[in-house]
């Protein structure tokens, strides 16, 4: 991916894990800070996890694209993403406070759940104002050992879980927990690169 052409590539993520995975696989592209209150992280009622994160991908998109224009900025495609952490249908967020945190770890503990990771790209089109949205959407499970009171104090003491879907990083000290893991392991920290490379296929064509 390293010769990619224009359109430019925008991200549509403030998450360093993110820019450093697109790092990785030599992809250049800009930080596009998006409008927070634009987009509303809420589940709609009987939505999937699964929907939710797709749709919350495409959402960070087009809403990327449009504030683009908005700004006047040079024309180029926008990456978007969103990854979630899920226990029996139940979408585990990012901790609000430490208590909160120590709830996810417990629930986690000792279980099997799954981290579902969207991408999405938005694309302009050549004639008047309309984009198309392409996407992928990878689904991984990752297995959590026994956690001890002790071990999850002192995770909680790092202060890595916050800010964190299901309250951990698996690159981070949290890579430890893990027993298994079935799936995308770029996915898990926030950027499925196999699917996302997929989709910038179609900047270079």
């Not at 139940?90 to 629930?107: E, H, I, N, S, T």
């Not at 800010?163 to 392991?185: C, E, M, P, R, W």
Request: hydrophobic content about 45%.
């Amino acid at each position: 991916m390293s010769d990619l052409r224009a359109p430019a590539l925008y991200l549509a993520s403030q998450s360093p894990r993110r820019q450093a995975l697109l790092t990785q696989i030599a992809v250049p592209f800009a930080v596009l800070t998006l409008d927070e209150d634009a987009i509303a992280e809420i589940p709609q009622p009987d939505e999937t996890p699964a929907a939710y994160v797709r749709r919350m991908a495409r959402a960070k998109a087009i809403i990327g694209m449009r504030q683009l224009r908005q700004r006047q900025l040079p024309t180029g495609a926008v990456l978007g993403a969103d990854t979630e952490v899920v226990l029996a249908g139940r979408v585990f967020g990012k901790p609000q406070d430490r208590q909160d945190a120590a709830a996810m770890l417990r629930a986690l503990s000792g279980k099997t759940h799954e981290v579902i990771s969207a991408v999405a790209l938005c694309l302009p089109l050549r004639k008047g104002r309309a984009v198309s949205v392409i996407d992928r959407t990878v689904v991984s499970r990752v297995t959590f050992k026994a956690l001890r009171d002790e071990e999850m104090e002192r995770y909680l003491d790092s202060g890595e879980p916050f800010g964190k879907a299901g309250a951990y990083a698996i690159q981070g000290h949290a890579g430890a927990f893990v027993t298994h893991l079935d799936g995308s392991y770029s996915g898990v920290v926030g950027l499925p690169l196999f699917e996302t490379a997929q989709l910038l296929e179609r900047l270079a064509a």
